[in-house]
């Protein structure tokens, strides 16, 4: 919700918002990373616990260099195609000044982002104990599916940007985005959590 009011009350351009959201899609992958080690770190009595840690570290890393890759490249695009000026934001972030820092440059939206994952990841990956019975490996992959939708969004919504200059124009595009971001993020995490809980049920119901 802290981009919606970004746009209907700060002012944040439609440029803003776009990175906002290629942001996101690191921070997903510093949680992503974090389970992957997680669940590495989780074995059987029967497993060998050198293998799987070592397997965990080097998908961990494996994961480091794609995701890396495939997030510069679009960040590289969405700069050239969006013409951002990043002087402008490395002068603010120089000045120091916490205000602007906060509200102009997203970085507000950015923290409320990264503490919603968070939180996520804590709920329901660390005290419902989701890592159980995983590896790294089921992880590697994980992140792409929403990376590809929220990314097909972004580039829909740039291009219309290069072809709107009037502000106020793109103003009512931002806001069907956001509002399409937040019901896609909300249906994805309902059904995410809802078929782990299904299948835990499946299996309780088969021991039995």
Do not use: C
């Not at 293998?51 to 890393?61: D, E, H, P, Q, W």
């Not at 679009?74 to 000044?97: A, C, E, M, R, Y």
């Not at 992880?139 to 106020?168: C, Q, T, W």
Request: avoid cysteine; charge should be positive.
């Amino acid at each position: 919700m802290v981009p919606l009011a970004g746009v209907a009350w700060l002012g944040w351009s439609a440029a803003t918002i776009l990175l906002i959201y290629w942001a996101e899609n690191a921070i997903i992958g510093i949680y992503n990373i974090a389970k992957m080690l997680r669940a590495g770190f989780t074995f059987k009595k029967h497993e060998s616990a050198v293998l799987k840690i070592t397997g965990a570290i080097f998908m961990s890393l494996f994961f480091v260099v794609h995701y890396s890759m495939f997030m510069g490249g679009h960040l590289v695009f969405l700069i050239v195609l969006l013409k951002v000026d990043t002087d402008t934001v490395f002068d603010i972030f120089k000045s120091g000044n916490i205000e602007a820092i906060f509200f102009q440059t997203g970085m507000a939206a950015l923290l409320a982002l990264f503490a919603s994952h968070g939180y996520s990841f804590y709920y329901n990956f660390l005290k419902k104990k989701e890592y159980r019975n995983k590896t790294a490996e089921d992880f590697l992959g994980h992140p792409y599916p929403r990376m590809i939708i929220m990314h097909m969004a972004i580039l829909a919504s740039a291009f219309f940007v290069i072809d709107n200059k009037d502000e106020s124009a793109q103003i009512p595009m931002l806001l069907i985005l956001i509002i399409l971001k937040i019901a896609i993020d909300g249906i994805s995490h309902v059904r995410e959590h809802k078929n782990k809980k299904n299948r835990k049920k499946q299996k309780k119901k088969h021991e039995r």
